[in-house]
């Protein structure tokens, strides 16, 4: 840690050490209810509405977990270089703020901002630490709702209702806690005996995607799709379903702003309103699980740094960069992930040579393998949910690594191929997780691969690595220009 982080650290210190907790001031606070029990109706008074700031006004903000000083500049419409004249403690090269931190930011008003109401903490949203130990099959089985008795094949075998949701909530890496309150939501799933009569279960389009699973998906990757696009401040403003324009409360955190998309997919009007507020989704969440609000777990720390890491190849080998960041598992958000390609005679799924091995880009332990993807976990605490992770896809199923191999940086964890997802040409695909929440590659903490530097395309798997003054450019084609070398600089 160089002298100007250690100095903003203790500056952070001695401002939080008073604070209180950034919370919506509608939600209760009384102590979460036991499971299913019903909690005392919510004060349904209209929530406050921001008055028309003068340009470059400053308002108060708490820091919350997973700040970064770009993506608030967006939100509040204004820039990285006013923010810091008006918090000269915080360091130009700072990553993430840290929570609770109070700050002030210069705004720029935008009409039709939308409620103030928090409706779930990001920690709640993602696979996070706090749903470690959660029973997903012991809770269903201990509701009376027509879910419990629901199957489907999926991924060669057929899985009951929990086993859906677990398996949604651990490829898009969100909380089986929200999706069950989102199955109970819209299709009273754990209460109701039947599902709704309209086969589209959560009201989301898209031809052939009727089953009920089906329709869980589509709402992990929607979710995704909001969560990750207000972490990095491209998704400002959308329509609902009536295609009335709708901005959310730049005070927002990224889970209730999620949400907030979410619904907008498929309500609008008086409906919508109601989803998003405190009689709507929240206290459907807080019936089953508790007030989510009464847990200040803190998901991304202030100043958070990537480890270290190598490329996830030999040292001695010169791979291809076939795809620049892209999305980490689904479609859309979060561009995580980046491809690379070993050298082959010839394009399209060719097994690789025994030498052109996938490696660890760090020491870990590996706690998933499947052809849904093998977890490298750096903490080695066995947990996939807490502190860094590395996430790798398309590795082949012959000598892929197995659950509970120690591996040093460089050892194998398998080879590149076409298996798992859908891939054009033998690769891998390698993506980072912090406490369950994925970590985007051109970000105030960007994928560093053996001091190679990920960046954005003007589109998904598009975009470029530099280190110093060299570039590589992703593309499928493997010519020369994505050509990356795995020596250090």
Known sequence: ??????????????????????????????????????????????????????????????????????????????????????????????????????????????????????????????????????????????????????????????????????????NYSINPRLLLAIL???????????????????????????????????AANTLNNGYYGWRNGSLLEFEDASGNLFRPDPWQNAGSAALQYYFSRMYAGNEFANAINANGFFETYANLFGNPWNDSFELIPGSLTQPELSLPFPNAQTWSYTGGPHTGWGTGEPFAALDFAPPAEKSGCVKAKPENYVSAVADGLVVRSSIDGVVLDLDKDGNERTGWVIYYLHLATERRAVVGLNLNAGDLIG???????????????????????????????????????????????????????????????????????AGFP
């Open 1 to 170: 840690m160089n002298k100007i982080q250690t100095i903003f650290l203790i500056v952070i210190l001695t401002i939080t050490s008073c604070s209180s907790p950034s919370q919506p001031d509608s939600t209760p606070a009384s102590s979460a209810p036991q499971t299913g029990d019903v909690i005392p109706q919510l004060d349904s008074t209209p929530q406050p509405t921001r008055p028309a700031y003068s340009p470059g006004q400053l308002v108060d903000y708490t820091a919350q977990t997973g700040d970064t000083l770009p993506a608030l500049a967006l939100r509040f419409n204004t820039s990285v270089d006013e923010i810091l004249a008006a918090n000269t403690f915080i360091p130009r090269d700072a990553t993430t703020m840290p929570q609770d931190m109070p700050m002030q930011i210069p705004i720029y008003y935008r009409a039709l901002w939308g409620t103030t109401f928090q409706s779930i903490p990001d920690h709640a949203f993602v696979n996070s630490p706090t749903s470690s130990g959660f029973n997903t099959e012991a809770f269903v089985q201990s509701q009376n709702g027509w879910w419990k008795n629901y199957r489907a094949y999926v991924a060669g075998q057929i899985r009951t209702g929990a086993e859906l949701v677990d398996y949604v909530a651990i």
């Open 415 to 485: 080879y590149p191929s076409c298996e798992g997802g859908s891939s054009t040409g033998t690769h891998v695909h390698i993506a980072r997780k912090y406490n369950g929440e994925w970590m985007l590659a051109d970000s105030a903490i960007p994928f560093v691969l053996n001091g190679w530097v990920a960046h954005n395309g003007s589109r998904a798997y598009l975009g470029t690595l530099t280190r110093g003054n060299e570039v590589v450019i992703a593309c499928e084609c493997g010519d020369a220009f994505t050509s990356v070398n």
């Open 184 to 218: 109970e939501y819209q299709g009273g799933a754990l209460t109701q005996d039947a599902p709704p009569v309209s086969r589209k279960l959560l009201g989301l389009e898209r031809q052939f995607w009727e089953s009920h699973y089906l329709q869980l998906v589509l």
